[in-house]
């Protein structure tokens, strides 16, 4: 018989391996769901007609079947917003009295008022009808769409380049005081603001007009069509080319409708390069501060106090946080350098409002305990003859913790590296405070000097999460908009960690001397 204490540690290894495989399992189940429901937002279902006993038609897609033991129930996306005014219908199986899928039903997706759910009447480009009929403006639709996406082009390229630069010119010489150049720039901005109206003008001409399948029509901009469809003729392989070029807006394009629509990409910018500016701004504070308590600090009470407040930091609620970085970073630090550097925009403030930088160094104080926590364990690793043997052959104490204690020990920063920007990645709280915004008008990045604009306000996917799933007026047709963001801004982290884990696996590869 085995002796009681091997047949304890039987049980306690099966007891931890157990918990190690449903904590996986737990893990695999988010993940599946977040990129079923996440991935499955991108996919095209047929549009259905559903004529009811009363004589009502609907066409939409099925998004739900809800079955009850006392009734059964479809949920319908019915689109047609700006007709209708909802989005959805809620239909009993026992009152629909034929189904069908119309071969020519056309699917819309617009810049604004969401879909619209019909079928094609007639085309005009201006005052010239160039099609009618479904079938006949269908095809002559696509050219003269193409033509207006081009146009739209121009409109987007114009305001956001030659007039951009134009008013930051003239900004720029209003609050330097400068009289000269003024009156040129000026007239350059009239001048691009008449190519503008002359393009918005061509981009207005072209127009659709839909019939609703209750008969209303509507009539509608060319241009105001993102993209159009006919699902219930597409084969597997056409929305499978939709599916992919859906999520590839989805990734690159700006968001739309108050961020129900469109793409995240300035989510996604924003998310990365707050959490790169916050890793900037940690890594020599937290390693800063774990030398001293390692290795030059005399051991004693207060420097225990020190490592217990250290750790306490760590529970501290992340909202506090956001509270001390807009008092301090902001209003005291950003205040400052207004008055100092930016007398001439007052009281309109530059730096001293919320912006990306204050949202990083504020992310940077809230990881900072779990940087020095790590450093401090990566340098403890570092074993003591390590140290002496350095010292021994005639290196300063300086030179000994630079070229061989920092590098042995820098897997052990890395992985408390890891583990703050995971975190700063997906923290919200603190930044609604300094900074984070529904929608940033522009990126912190651009063509104008000085390129890199730390003051702007910035957008991210934790808070896109939040704001679709929660603010929008939406709820029901953003909630698979809500698990694709989640499952993107997983992978975002994922991948920051995988580079981090590269590098750290790389350093322990090049110090294996080392028991780090």
Not at 65 to 88: H, T, W, Y
Not at 310 to 337: D, E, K, Q, R, T
Not at 454 to 482: C, W, Y
């Amino acid at each position: 018989m085995k002796p009681r204490s091997e047949l304890f540690g039987q049980a306690m290894t099966w007891l931890c391996g157990g918990a190690l495989a449903f904590n996986l399992l737990l893990v695999i189940g988010i993940m599946g769901l977040l990129a079923w429901h996440g991935l499955s937002y991108f996919w095209q279902k047929d549009l259905v007609q559903l004529t009811l006993k009363d004589g009502t038609s609907l066409l939409g897609e099925v998004w739900e079947v809800e079955q009850a033991p006392a009734i059964d129930r479809l949920r319908i996306k019915i689109a047609n917003r700006d007709v209708g005014g909802l989005d959805f219908a809620w239909i009993e199986e026992a009152d629909i009295a034929s189904r069908a899928r119309p071969a020519g039903a056309v699917l819309l997706e617009r810049l604004e008022w969401g879909n619209f759910h019909g079928f094609m009447e007639e085309l005009r480009d201006g005052n010239k009808v160039l099609a009618r009929g479904p079938e006949a403006t269908w095809k002559a639709f696509h050219e003269l769409h193409e033509k207006k996406a081009e146009q739209r082009e121009q409109v987007d390229e114009l305001e956001k380049g030659e007039i951009g630069d134009v008013n930051y010119a003239i900004e720029k010489l209003r609050l330097e005081g400068r009289a000269d150049g003024l009156a040129e720039r000026e007239a350059e901005y009239e001048q691009l603001a008449g190519r503008l109206f002359k393009l918005r003008e061509k981009l207005d001409q072209g127009t659709l007009v839909m019939r609703a399948v209750d008969g209303q029509i509507k009539e509608m901009p060319v241009a105001m069509v993102v993209r159009a469809i006919r699902p219930n003729d597409m084969n597997a392989l056409e929305k499978t080319g939709l599916y992919l070029s859906r999520g590839w807006e989805f990734i690159t394009a700006d968001p739309r409708e108050s961020n129900t629509e469109g793409g995240i990409f300035p989510a996604i910018f924003g998310t990365v390069m707050m959490v790169f500016i916050m890793s900037f701004a940690v890594a020599p504070l937290g390693v800063l501060a774990a030398l001293y308590l390692r290795e030059y600090a005399k051991q004693g009470l207060l420097v225990r106090m020190v490592r217990i407040a250290v750790n306490n930091l760590a529970g501290v609620p992340s909202i506090v946080f956001g509270m001390f970085g807009l008092g301090f970073f902001v209003y005291l630090v950003g205040g400052s350098l207004d008055r100092l550097l930016y007398p001439e925009s007052l009281p309109t403030p530059t730096f001293g409002t919320g912006g990306i930088l204050w949202a990083s160094l504020t992310l940077a104080l809230l990881t900072v305990p779990v940087v020095i926590v790590a450093a401090e364990e990566g340098l403890a690793a570092v074993p003591r003859i390590v140290r002496e043997g350095s010292l021994a052959l005639g290196a300063t104490k300086f030179e000994t913790i630079w070229r061989v204690v920092i590098p042995a020990a820098a897997p052990g920063i890395l992985t408390g590296m890891i583990l703050a920007m995971a975190r700063a990645a997906g923290e919200v709280a603190p930044l609604m405070i300094v900074g984070m915004v529904k929608l940033a008008p522009s990126l912190p990045i651009d063509g104008r000097p000085p390129f890199v604009h730390f003051e702007r306000k910035f957008m991210h996917l934790g808070f896109h999460i939040f704001d679709v799933g929660f603010q929008s007026p939406n709820v029901e047709a953003t909630t698979p908009l809500v698990f694709a963001t989640a499952l993107l801004l997983i992978v975002v982290v994922t991948l920051m960690n995988i580079v981090a884990i590269m590098l750290r696996n790389h350093l322990r590869r090049k110090y294996a001397g080392s028991t780090v």
